[in-house]
């Protein structure tokens, strides 16, 4: 009998040491947030995160999209990278050319929709999005996100539509993704 505790428990030790899976900062927490016109945000859902990996015209390419919401609002964002098509995005900044960030409303019943784009509708100002990918592995990615976001047109009526809105802080973590291969 005490042999038999003793290697239960010694399996239980085991088990305890090595059988959760976490990140290498120690949690294996998922979310993502940011701060939206200085207010803090969460999701509670995520609709789809999905990496694209592939060949087209002989170029190697891959991207990830994301998109999140809660009853309020919705975040969308999006990396893309030339040269590479592992199934994983390089850890590095995205700028220019290669991301994209909207934030839209909920308005009605689960519909929404986005007045905002990465530049003035008049083109005066360069996008200063950015979407930084800190870590890709193991069907999951994270990274950071921020940028400033211009109104099209005159706003939605009824919504509370400032010309400008500024994303900060923004983080997505440990977000399981979709791996596509075209």
Not at 129 to 149: M, Q
Not at 159 to 177: A, C, H, Q, R, Y
Request: charged letters at 20%; hydrophobic letters at 35%; glycine letters at 12%.
């Amino acid at each position: 009998m005490k042999k038999k505790t003793v290697s239960l428990g010694i399996l239980l030790l085991i088990v305890s040491l090595f059988g959760c899976s976490t990140d290498s900062d120690g949690t294996s927490e998922s979310f993502i947030k940011a701060k939206i016109g200085g207010v803090s945000w969460e999701s509670s859902t995520i609709r789809y995160s999905n990496l694209l990996a592939g060949t087209i015209g002989g170029e190697n390419g891959q991207s990830y999209d994301l998109s999140a919401q809660d009853e309020n609002f919705r975040v969308e964002l999006f990396a893309a990278e030339i040269g590479v098509s592992d199934g994983c995005m390089t850890n590095k900044e995205y700028t220019a050319d290669f991301n994209y960030l909207t934030f839209l409303y909920a308005v009605d019943g689960g519909t929404y929709v986005g007045v905002y784009a990465i530049t003035p509708f008049d083109d005066s100002e360069e996008s200063d999005v950015i979407v930084n990918v800190t870590s890709c592995g193991d069907g999951k990615i994270s990274g950071t996100f921020s940028g400033t976001l211009y109104l099209v047109g005159d706003g939605l009526i009824g919504f509370d539509t400032p010309d400008i809105i500024s994303i900060t802080e923004g983080e997505f973590k440990n977000v399981l993704f979709d791996l596509h291969n075209f």
